[in-house]
């Protein structure tokens, strides 16, 4: 106990003896660290903190968002995963801005005074290899449904090469809600944006099954290069389309977003792919939530087939998005996070990479848990009253999935990953049909998932057929005996289910 005590008095000695915090020896850092990035003319947030005055003025509202953590914006929860790109401040850091708001906000010694810290103009990874642009503007009207568009970029890449960063940066970052990037070497596209008279041409599951996906954009991510030498190919001569999601907002605008494109100078290190569970952004998950409902839960699991590590994560549902949480549970019985977020927020969407790749042996159970909040008293409501919301593309339907993205040693391997996707996508359509979950099936068919049948009515009758033991419900093995005769037809799955 004596000893206990003893190493308390240390830890609380430095806090016990040093004077009180001052703005240029101790804030002027955490801030122009953490926040200036943002806070400064130009970018999202809406005023400056770089200065004494400009922080002094607003040391009252940064000690509340700091204390609450919704500053800096990192919505994973704080102390559960280790992530290489975690912004949040420490606990340390948080009650050094407290004390020094308590002291009265002292400017303090002027000898410690750093200069205001210097940000690359433009693009946030510097300057690219390549920069390209939609060709003309695209005007998003005031008011209707969201929009789904598909813009060709010619590369002109005189040879191969291997792409490592993808930087996206919206015309109007107002009504842009997210962006999805393909390559195309079939010059499908083209004739696509040719037929069609306006910038671009439509589409949302056509184009996610046709082109070679790439990656994507959500408001609030911050770019990244991929780690690990890792790269995808970008044959000589490839187009890139832009899919871009447009959301009316009320006045009209016109977008012309921009690209910046990093290279590689070598091959990409290994093979990867994403592992989303569920896939397609939850198509086939039957989502159904009742108006008012405080918290409605999906939960999926799905068992990894090969060895392989992953090294981010990320989460994606719409404005009523409330829990994101997924685990592994390794062969061994060891349960570890691989994702928590107690409050999903839309408007922060972030690539979590981990610190170090998290190996995942064959075996391992990946559980996902993924909840909605459609009551009246959630504030990101959309419908007032709540109404009950389905799985959709427009941003006020739901979508519910979380994303690993994962590197193996050999491309057997990634096959093998990637056609256990499509026996779990099957799983989840023969579920659906089971229950007589029509609306799923046609909301899966528009999504560009080839259902083998013309019609989702014949999936139902044949996964009544399913029910070998007659009991009226579907055990694992039924469900299975189907999923692995619909697999094969799970091709349309591509894209964005799969790389
Ligand atoms: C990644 C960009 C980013 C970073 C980093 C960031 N902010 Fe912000 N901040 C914003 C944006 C954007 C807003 C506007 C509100 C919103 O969209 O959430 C905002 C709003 C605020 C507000 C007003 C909150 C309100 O309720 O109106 C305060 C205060 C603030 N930030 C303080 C900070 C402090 C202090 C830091 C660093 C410790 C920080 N921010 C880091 C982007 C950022």
């Known amino acids: 106990m004596k000893h206990f005590s003893a190493k308390i008095f240390l830890l609380l000695q430095p806090i016990v003896l040093s004077a009180a915090p001052e703005f240029h020896r101790d804030i002027a850092p955490i801030i122009h660290e953490n926040c200036s990035s943002c806070h400064r003319p130009g970018q999202a947030a809406p005023f400056s903190l770089i200065d004494y005055n400009q922080v002094k003025k607003r040391a009252k509202q940064i000690v509340e968002v700091t204390g609450e953590r919704i500053m800096p914006p990192w919505h994973a929860d704080h102390g559960v995963v280790e992530y290489a790109n975690d912004?949040?401040?420490?606990?340390?850091?948080?009650?050094?801005?407290?004390?020094?708001?308590?002291?009265?906000?002292?400017?303090?010694?002027?000898?410690?005074?750093?200069?205001?810290?210097?940000?690359?103009?433009?693009?946030?990874?510097?300057s690219p290899d390549l920069e390209v642009a939609m060709s003309e503007p695209f005007v998003v009207p005031a008011q209707g449904k969201d929009i789904y568009r598909n813009f060709v970029i010619p590369l002109d890449l005189q040879e191969d090469q291997w792409i490592n960063a993808i930087e996206y940066k919206p015309g109007a970052?107002?009504?842009?809600?997210?962006?999805?990037?393909?390559?195309?070497?079939?010059?499908?596209?083209?004739?696509?944006?040719?037929?069609?008279?306006?910038?671009?041409?439509s589409g949302f599951g056509s184009v996610v099954n046709q082109f070679r996906y790439l990656g994507g954009w959500d408001l609030g991510t911050q770019a990244s290069v991929l780690p690990y030498g890792l790269a995808l190919k970008a044959p000589k001569g490839a187009d890139l389309i832009i899919q871009v999601h447009y959301s009316p907002k009320?006045?009209?605008?016109?977008?012309l977003s921009k690209l910046a494109i990093h290279f590689a100078d070598k091959p990409t290190s290994r093979p990867w792919t994403i592992l989303p569970v569920p896939p397609m952004f939850g198509i086939l998950d039957g989502i159904d939530i009742p108006a008012g409902e405080k918290e409605y839960v999906k939960k999926n699991t799905f068992i990894v087939p090969v060895d392989l590590e992953a090294f981010r994560v990320n989460a994606h549902a719409h404005y009523l998005g409330k829990r994101m949480e997924m685990t592994a549970t390794f062969p061994d019985g060891r349960k570890e996070w691989l994702l928590k977020m107690s409050d999903w927020n839309f408007a922060w969407q972030e690539d979590y990479q981990?610190?170090?790749?998290?190996?995942?042996?064959?075996g391992t159970k990946i559980d996902v848990l993924i909840s909605w909040d459609n009551s009246a008293t959630n504030p990101h409501q959309t419908n007032h009253p709540p109404k009950p919301v389905r799985w959709g593309p427009q941003s006020n339907d739901e979508m519910g999935t979380i994303t690993l993205s994962v590197m193996?040693?050999?491309?057997?391997?990634?096959?093998?990953?990637?056609?256990?996707?499509?026996?779990?996508?099957?799983?989840?359509?023969?579920?659906?049909?089971?229950?007589g979950d029509i609306t799923t099936l046609q909301h899966a068919r528009a999504g560009g998932i080839q259902i083998p049948d013309s019609t989702a009515q014949k999936l139902l009758v044949l996964a009544k057929g399913l029910d070998f033991d007659q009991d009226g419900k579907l055990s694992e093995i039924e469900v299975n005996a189907g999923a692995a005769t619909l697999a094969p037809h799970m091709n349309g799955v591509g894209a964005i289910g799969i790389d």
């Open 408 to 435: 193996l040693d050999t491309q057997e391997q990634k096959d093998a990953l990637h056609q256990s996707v499509k026996v779990f996508m099957a799983a989840q359509a023969v579920r659906r049909a089971f229950n």
């Open 87 to 126: 912004r949040s401040l420490s606990s340390n850091q948080i009650d050094l801005l407290r004390k020094w708001f308590e002291a009265g906000t002292p400017e303090g010694d002027l000898t410690h005074k750093v200069p205001a810290p210097v940000f690359p103009d433009g693009w946030e990874l510097g």
């Open 354 to 362: 981990f610190k170090k790749p998290v190996h995942l042996p064959a």
């Open 250 to 255: 009320g006045r009209e605008y016109q977008d």
């Open 173 to 201: 970052p107002q009504v842009v809600h997210h962006v999805l990037y393909f390559l195309d070497t079939s010059g499908t596209a083209r004739k696509k944006d040719l037929e069609d008279a306006a910038p671009g041409f």
